[in-house]
C-alpha cells in the first residue's frame, strides 16, 4: 500500500468520492479531511436518539428494524407494478418511519430481505412528513446483521471488526456519513507522519496525547474515554495554534516604535479635568491611568475598553483625545452611523465647552477644535471639515465612514478611538490607522457590549484589555418587564398609558420598531428582524397610530436611517432639548444616544432582537438620576427560546451575564466573527465561551514559544499550521482587532 502525506490529495483515499468532498465541506488534502471529526458517537450494540426532528433536516442515525413489509402496487404511468417497502426503525426511545419505492421485483425483493426485521443499520436521508408523522422516504442505508450485505458489501464480520463506538460524521445528501468513514479509516492506516504542532515537554506536562492517537482516537475509539482523550488533546491544539498567532501579533506590535504623547503641564486635559462636574469613578480613573500610560509608551498602543452600557467610556476616550491633542498631536474617533458620530461630536463639544472653540472667538487660547465629518454633509461643510483635519487646526476629528476616504488626511494623526468596534470591517479601520502614515497610530477599540474574558483572549487576544464595571454617580436603576400579547392582549393599553404617565412627570420616552414600513428590507437596522413571520412593528405606521391614538395630544417624532442627515440631526437635537415627548425609531437610537430625561422605553417586537441588542437599547434610559423603564412587548409563545430570551434580559442588569447568554445561544462561528463571510470558524472541539482554562493555558505556552523562538524555526509543524491559518477562514477573525 502507497504510503500518504498530511498534504497529499483528498483523491488519494477517496477516490472518486473525491470531488464530492471536496465540493460539500471545501477538503483538498488528506489532512483536512482527518480533521473533519465525528458529529456523534454511538454504542455498537445500541441505537441513535431521535429527538426534535425538524423538516427537510439531514439526519443520519443507527437503528434497529422492528417492522419491514414489501407492498405491490400499480404503476399508473408505467402499467404494470411498482413495489414500496414500509419500514419501522426503533431507537432506545423513538420510532421513525422509512418507505422504499423500487420499480423492478428483483430490486425490491433485494432491498426486503437487506432490510429484514432484526437487522441493525445506518441510515441517512431527508426528514419529511406523512400523516402527521415524521419519516423518511429512499433514504440511504448501512445493514448491518445476519450476515447480509448491502450495497458496499459489508457484512456482519466487518461489522464485528468494527471499534465499539460507531462513528456518525457530519454528512451531506451527496455525501453519506460512511462515504467519509470509510476514506478517513484509508487515510489512518496509509498515512506515514501525523505533524504536530505541541511541544514534547508541554505535552507530557499536560497529561496529552501525541497527535497520531488523538487522530486514532477521534475516529476510532474503543470506550468513551478514548474518545475524551483525543478530543482533550485536539481541543488543546485549536487553542495552541489561534493563541500563537495572537501572540506573535502581539510581539510584532510590541517591537514597533511610536509617537510617545506624554502631553504637557497645564493643557486641554488638565483644565478639563478641572472643569468636570462629577468625580470620574475608581474604575474610570484606573482604566484612564492605563491608556495615558499606553499612550507614553514608546510603541503603539492597541488596547480594547470594554463596559457597561453608560459606565462613562466617552469620558475616557476623550481624555485620551486631549492628551494626544496636547502632545502636537490629532485624534479621530470613529463612529458606525451617523447618528452616532452626531452624538459623540455634540457631546464632546458640550463636555469642552470654549476649549473646543480655539482660534475662533469667544474660544479659549490654547484650545483646539473639534471637526465632524460624515458622508451627507453639505460640500461647504465637507471642504471646511477636511481642510481643518489636513491642516491640523482641529485636534479631534469624529466622524463615520467618510473617515477612511482617500482624500482625507491628516497632519499628524496619533489616536484612532473606535467606537463600537464590531461594526468596523478589517479593512476599514486599518485604512484609518494608515492615515498616521510611517509612525503607526495608538489605537483604542470601544465597545459597550461585554465580552466575556474567554472570547476577549481569542477573538481579541492581541489587545489590552481594559473593562469598566462600575456605573456613573446618579444613574438610576431600570426596571425591565416583558409584556406577552399572546397572552395578554389588553396590556398594551397600559403600555401606551405608562408612557403618558412618564411624559406627564415630565419625562421622555422612546418606542422602537424592528421596521422602518412594509417596504423596507435588509438596511443594518432592520438585521435583526429580518427573519421571517408575521408584520413586524413599522415605524411608519406606529408613529401616526400613536400620535392620533393612545398618545393623543403629545408630541410625537420619528426617527430611523433612512432619513436625510439634516433632519435625523434635527430630531435629535429637538429631542435633546426636549422639544419631543416620544420619540418612535429604529435601533438607530441603539449605541451612543444620551439623553438624560428619557426614562422609558417601548420595545415592539421584542422577540425579534438579541439579548445584546435588547440590552443596548435599554441602556437609552435611566441615564438622567430618574428611574428606568423598558417594557419589551412580543407576541412569542410561553416557553420558546424567544420568551426565555426576554425573560433573561428582564431578570438581570448584568452585561456580562446576558453577553454570555447571548453567546451560548449561537453559532461558534458567529462568536468568532467567521459567519459574517458565510465561511467555517475553524474551531471544532474548542470553545471560546466554555472552554476557558483550556485558551489561558495554550495562551501562556503561546506566549513561551513565541519568546524563545519568533520565527518558529525550532517548531516547523506549528509554523505550517499557523501559515496553513492565514490561508483560511480563521483569518477572518484574527483581523478583528
Not at 265 to 294: I, K, M, N
Not at 356 to 376: E, N
Not at 692 to 712: K, M, T
Request: one cysteine or more; a negative charge.
Amino acid at each position: 500500500m502507497t504510503a500518504i502525506t498530511w498534504d497529499s490529495k483528498l483523491s488519494a483515499v477517496a477516490g472518486s468520492a473525491a470531488s464530492k468532498i471536496e465540493k460539500a465541506f471545501g477538503y483538498r488534502t488528506v489532512g483536512e479531511l482527518l480533521g473533519h471529526y465525528p458529529r456523534r458517537y454511538v454504542d455498537k450494540g445500541g441505537v441513535s436518539d431521535l429527538e426534535n426532528l425538524t423538516l427537510d433536516e439531514h439526519i443520519t442515525f443507527v437503528a434497529r428494524v422492528v417492522r419491514s413489509q414489501q407492498k405491490a402496487y400499480p404503476d399508473r404511468r408505467r402499467g404494470g407494478m411498482a413495489y414500496r417497502l414500509e419500514v419501522v426503525v426503533a431507537t432506545e426511545h423513538d420510532r421513525l418511519a422509512l418507505t422504499f419505492f423500487d420499480k423492478k421485483k428483483h430490486l425490491a425483493d433485494w432491498r426486503a430481505r437487506t432490510i429484514a426485521e432484526g437487522s441493525t443499520g445506518l441510515f441517512s436521508g431527508k426528514v419529511g412528513r406523512f400523516r402527521n408523522d415524521w419519516q423518511l422516504t429512499n433514504p440511504q442505508t448501512k445493514i448491518f446483521g445476519a450476515g447480509h450485505e448491502d450495497e458496499a458489501g459489508l457484512a456482519l464480520a466487518e461489522f464485528d471488526a468494527m471499534p465499539d463506538l460507531l462513528t456518525i460524521y457530519p454528512a451531506t445528501s451527496t455525501v453519506q456519513s460512511w462515504q467519509i468513514q470509510d476514506a478517513i479509516t484509508l487515510a489512518l492506516r496509509m498515512i506515514e507522519e501525523v505533524p504536530d504542532v505541541l511541544p514534547e515537554a508541554v505535552r507530557r506536562e499536560h497529561g496529552l496525547l501525541d497527535a497520531r492517537q488523538a487522530l486514532e482516537w477521534i475516529h476510532r475509539p474503543d470506550s468513551w474515554g478514548e474518545k475524551g482523550a483525543a478530543e482533550k488533546r485536539l481541543r488543546f491544539d485549536e487553542a495552541l495554534v489561534t493563541q500563537t498567532a495572537l501572540a506573535q501579533r502581539r510581539a510584532v506590535l510590541a517591537a514597533l516604535a511610536a509617537e510617545p504623547r506624554t502631553g504637557r503641564p497645564g493643557g486641554l486635559l488638565d483644565r478639563f479635568d478641572e472643569r468636570l462636574p462629577f468625580t470620574l469613578t475608581d474604575g474610570q480613573q484606573q482604566v484612564s491611568a492605563q491608556v495615558l500610560d499606553d499612550l507614553a509608551a514608546g510603541h503603539p498602543m492597541h488596547r480594547l475598553l470594554q463596559g457597561e452600557v453608560g459606565s462613562g467610556k466617552t469620558v475616557v476616550a476623550l481624555r485620551a483625545m486631549l492628551r494626544v491633542v496636547d502632545s502636537g498631536g490629532q485624534a479621530a474617533l470613529l463612529a458606525p452611523t451617523e447618528v452616532l458620530a452626531q452624538q459623540h461630536h455634540r457631546s464632546i463639544v458640550e463636555m469642552l465647552g470654549d476649549l473646543a472653540a480655539g482660534g475662533m472667538l469667544g474660544g479659549d487660547a490654547d484650545g483646539t477644535q473639534v471637526a465632524l465629518l460624515t458622508g451627507s454633509m453639505g460640500a461647504a461643510a465637507r471642504r471646511s471639515a477636511l481642510l481643518d483635519a489636513a491642516s491640523g487646526t482641529a485636534g479631534i476629528v469624529v466622524g463615520t465612514h467618510a473617515l477612511l476616504e482617500d482624500k482625507v488626511q491628516f497632519a499628524d494623526l496619533g489616536l484612532v478611538v473606535v467606537d463600537e468596534q464590531h461594526r468596523f470591517g478589517v479593512e476599514q479601520r486599518a485604512a484609518l490607522t494608515e492615515k498616521a502614515g510611517a509612525t503607526p497610530p495608538h489605537v483604542l477599540v470601544m465597545t459597550a457590549t461585554p465580552i466575556p474574558r474567554t472570547v476577549a483572549m481569542t477573538v481579541f487576544g492581541d489587545l489590552e484589555t481594559s473593562t469598566l464595571v462600575e456605573l456613573p454617580r446618579g444613574r438610576a436603576p431600570i426596571q425591565t418587564n416583558v409584556v406577552p400579547l399572546r397572552d395578554q392582549p389588553g396590556w398594551i393599553e397600559r403600555v401606551w398609558a405608562r408612557l403618558r404617565e412618564e411624559v406627564e412627570a415630565g419625562r421622555q420616552c422612546y418606542v422602537v420598531c424592528p421596521r422602518i414600513d412594509d417596504t423596507s428590507k435588509g438596511s443594518d437596522e432592520e438585521t435583526a428582524a429580518a427573519d421571517e413571520g408575521p408584520a413586524l412593528a413599522a415605524v411608519a405606521d406606529i408613529a401616526p397610530m400613536l400620535e392620533t391614538g393612545a398618545l393623543e395630544g403629545l408630541r410625537v417624532g420619528v426617527m430611523h436611517g433612512r432619513l436625510p442627515a439634516d433632519e435625523k440631526e434635527r430630531t435629535m437635537r429637538s429631542f435633546a432639548d426636549g422639544d419631543i415627548d416620544v420619540l418612535v425609531s429604529t435601533t438607530v437610537i441603539e449605541v451612543g444616544v444620551d439623553v438624560g430625561n428619557a426614562t422609558a422605553m417601548v420595545i415592539l417586537d421584542a422577540d425579534r432582537f438579541g439579548v445584546s441588542q435588547l440590552h443596548q437599547m435599554r441602556g437609552r434610559v435611566g441615564r438622567g438620576g430618574h428611574p428606568g423603564l423598558c417594557l419589551l412587548v412580543t407576541n412569542a409563545e410561553a416557553g420558546t427560546p424567544a420568551r426565555e430570551r426576554l425573560a433573561a434580559v428582564a431578570a438581570t442588569s448584568d452585561g456580562f451575564e446576558l453577553s454570555r447568554l447571548d453567546l451560548e445561544q449561537r453559532r461558534e462561528g458567529d462568536v468568532l466573527g467567521a459567519s459574517q463571510s458565510g465561511r467555517r470558524s475553524g474551531l471544532k472541539l474548542l470553545s471560546v465561551i466554555r472552554h476557558e482554562e483550556v485558551i489561558a493555558q495554550a495562551r501562556g505556552v503561546a506566549e513561551g514559544v513565541v519568546a524563545d523562538d519568533p520565527a518558529l524555526s525550532r517548531h516547523p509543524d506549528l509554523r505550517h499550521a499557523l501559515e496553513r491559518l492565514r490561508e483560511s477562514e480563521q483569518a477572518d477573525y484574527l483581523e478583528k482587532a
